[in-house]
């Protein structure tokens, strides 16, 4: 089945300690998404990639950062420098990531929580 | 500024009622739209998206939204709404110009028996 893989489920860290949460999609889909949710909010983007070996910040990627080494994958690693990284994460994928027509899809999340 | 809203919060409706969600943009022309679905503790899934022609969009566990120019909404609706549609739905666009897709903060349904 084609689809978008994210693990772990559930990921405790210590504070201070760099974490890296996984996504991996099989839709031969050029673009992935990273965006994180907080109750009571709606989505915020914290990086994308369009292409292989290419990716831009989002509207939140203080504290964050990425790498598009295979267009399958594409890693989040939340470090010690982002403040409140306690929040569900969710990855998606698109065709191109440059048509407006474009629709993403949605991995199952992980859920951080830094103690 | 440019916006998503979804201005309920948290719907109540029993069993087998109908429901309208929400949601209205405030870009300047016609952005392109989407309904996401999310169960607790899970990523989402795309229920219905608007880009052009009928302004009447079917999607899937019997949902269907109507986009409204005049009113810059996109508003979905269910005729009769099961316990299993407890969850909450996000309104999203993308602006025709290109560029990011902007969801609104989400509407959670509640459905009792």
């Known amino acids: 089945d084609g689809g978008i893989t994210q693990s772990p489920k559930y990921l405790f860290r210590k504070e201070g300690q760099n974490v890296t949460l996984s996504c991996e999609q099989n839709?031969?889909?050029?673009?992935m998404y990273w965006y994180r949710q907080d109750p009571g909010q709606g989505l915020r983007l914290i990086y994308y990639?369009?292409?292989?070996?290419?990716?831009q910040k989002g509207d939140i990627a203080e504290g964050y950062s990425v790498s598009r080494e295979k267009k399958e994958s594409f890693p989040l690693t939340v470090t010690s420098a982002q403040k409140n990284p306690t929040a569900f994460y969710l990855c998606?994928?698109?065709?191109?990531?440059?048509?407006?027509?474009?629709?993403?899809?949605f991995g199952p999340g992980t859920r951080l929580t830094v103690l | 500024a440019q916006s998503v809203t979804q201005p309920d919060i948290h719907i109540t409706v029993s069993e087998g009622a109908s429901l309208e969600l929400r949601c209205n943009y405030s870009?300047?022309?016609?952005?392109?739209l989407f309904w996401y679905v999310q169960s607790p503790g899970q990523g989402l899934q795309l229920l219905l998206k608007?880009?052009?022609?009928?302004?009447l969009v079917q999607g899937i566990k019997g949902f269907e939204a109507e986009f409204k120019r005049s009113q810059s909404s996109f508003n979905l609706r269910k005729p009769s709404v099961h316990w299993s549609d407890a969850a909450e739905y996000f309104c999203?666009?993308?602006?025709?110009?290109?560029?990011?897709?902007?969801f609104g903060q989400g509407t959670e349904l509640s459905v009792k028996p």
């Open positions: 990639s369009q292409i292989v070996n290419d990716f």
């Open positions: 998606a994928s698109s065709i191109t990531g440059t048509e407006s027509t474009d629709t993403q899809y």
């Open positions: 608007y880009f052009s022609g009928d302004t």
């Open positions: 839709l031969n889909h050029d673009a």
């Open positions: 999203a666009v993308v602006p025709n110009q290109g560029g990011k897709l902007i």
């Open positions: 870009y300047g022309a016609t952005p392109y």
